[in-house]
């Protein structure tokens, strides 16, 4: 890939406050995070990292708890109508595995991974069986694998792409949930749009983005959905970066008009792809 200019320079709101740059690549039409960090690991390390707790004290923390549930039964519901008769599903990054036990009580067969020590202590404690790396998973067949909002997190792209392909059933379905980068939010809010969130995520995706990427492994995108709710949120995040406040009403205002052009031009603030092997 050769890279055709830099698009944003960021800052790490959540950790450090150091400076990255976007750099725009037109083979993939992806934004890559640059420089990335030898010790990455170290910024995760961080009380607000709220994908990784399954406390609701603060109203941030509550308001995403509340979303979470909705957005379980919803996972739940989609990855029901892609089911054959094996009901086997490998959730890759799935941190506290609220997911796979929502899948375990509807009758599928769990199996995650979460590299994060204390994400995936969470997950065993609730009986969900755990690795840290996908390559300690084995030759199992999967129905369905799902990563949410987890591939922009991953050092080896097309390493794991290439690895998940490997594990999923010939007639079987991967499920990806990405933010969309050319969504109204993220043109608004710029370098303070939360869903950037460098270092962490080292790569920033459009549609082209994923359908591209995916050929290459044989993965055909046959679905593309919206995630309503990542708007509100992500706009909440990005006020508070932007002006150091909450401001509710306007992330709300913000979230709410990215939706309705999203109506339109069908970029929403996350996107959910449906792909299966071409």
């Given at each position: 890939?050769?890279?055709?200019?830099?698009?944003?320079?960021?800052?790490?709101?959540?950790?450090?406050?150091?400076?990255?740059?976007?750099?725009?690549?037109?083979?993939?039409?992806?934004?890559?995070?640059?420089?990335?960090p030898k010790n990455l690991s170290n910024y995760y390390e961080s009380?607000?990292?709220?994908?990784?707790?399954?406390?609701?004290k603060t109203l941030l923390e509550?308001?995403?708890?509340?979303?979470?549930?909705?957005?379980?039964?919803?996972?739940?519901?989609?990855?029901?109508?892609?089911?054959?008769?094996?009901?086997?599903?490998l959730d890759i990054g799935c941190g506290t595995g609220e997911f796979l036990i929502t899948a375990r009580k509807n009758n599928w067969n769990t199996l995650g991974v979460e590299i994060n020590d204390e994400a995936r202590n969470k997950s065993s404690k609730?009986?969900?069986?755990?690795?840290?790396?996908?390559?300690?998973?084995?030759?199992s067949q999967f129905n369905i694998i799902t990563l949410w909002h987890v591939l922009e997190h991953l050092k080896d792209l097309n390493g794991t792409i290439s690895k998940i392909s490997s594990l999923l059933d010939t007639d079987g379905t991967l499920i990806i949930a990405v933010p969309n980068y050319k969504s109204y939010d993220a043109n608004y809010y710029k370098e303070y749009w939360a869903a950037y969130d460098t270092p962490r995520h080292l790569w920033h995706f459009s549609q082209k983005s994923i359908s591209t990427l995916f050929e290459k492994h044989n993965l055909k995108v046959v679905r593309t959905l919206p995630m309503y709710f990542d708007s509100y949120y992500v706009s909440l995040l990005s006020e508070k970066y932007k002006t150091g406040k909450s401001n509710y009403l306007k992330a709300f205002y913000r979230g709410f008009r990215s939706n309705l052009k999203a109506k339109r031009t069908g970029e929403y603030s996350s996107l959910i792809y449906v792909l299966q092997k071409a």
């Open positions: 890939m050769n890279s055709n200019k830099i698009y944003l320079e960021t800052t790490d709101h959540l950790v450090s406050k150091e400076k990255f740059r976007l750099e725009y690549f037109t083979e993939t039409d992806m934004l890559v995070t640059q420089p990335i009380n607000n990292y709220i994908s990784h707790t399954d406390e609701a509550k308001v995403y708890q509340t979303v979470k549930k909705i957005a379980l039964k919803r996972k739940l519901e989609l990855i029901n109508k892609y089911t054959n008769t094996s009901k086997t599903i609730k009986n969900i069986t755990t690795y840290k790396f996908i390559e300690e998973v084995k030759s």
